[in-house]
Nanobody, 120 residues
Framework: QIQLVESGGGLVQAGGSLKLSCAAS?????MGWFRQAPGKERQFVAA??????RPSYGDSVKGRFTITNSGNSVYLQMNSLEPDDTAVYYC??????????????????WGQGTLVTVSS
């Protein structure tokens, strides 16, 4: 069983930046970030394989967010934040290679979430 611990959420003004971190208790094949705003479905944000290969992003964050990894940790640098980015951000990890890391089903383990609030 892999435990995931997120950190780095908080309150930021629109146009600002924030960096999220997630530490896994053991090695995984892929790590990613999802977000869920109140009343909405959980949405894919970004993912990266353990080797650093195949970083992928959701359409709404491309060009603004960057995912990186180091060892058993993954990071999400969020720039040019907008009020619509307000959500609980969840770290996720999976044990297998997949052709597409956007589906929730690609991940076996989930963190508890960290809240990101972007004020206008």
């Amino acid at each position: 069983q892999i435990q995931l611990v997120e950190s780095g959420g908080g309150l930021v003004q629109a146009g600002g930046s924030l960096k999220l971190s997630c530490a896994a208790s053991g090695p995984t094949y892929v790590m990613g970030w999802f977000r869920q705003a109140p009343g909405k479905e959980r949405q894919f944000v970004a993912a990266v394989e353990w080797s650093g290969n195949r970083p992928s992003y959701g359409d709404s964050v491309k060009g603004r967010f960057t995912i990186t990894n180091s060892g058993n940790s993954v990071y999400l640098q969020m720039n040019s934040l907008e009020p619509d980015d307000t959500a609980v951000y969840y770290c996720a990890a999976g044990r297998n290679s997949r052709p597409n890391y956007a589906p929730l089903s690609a991940y076996e383990w989930w963190g508890q979430g960290t809240l990101v609030t972007v004020s206008s």
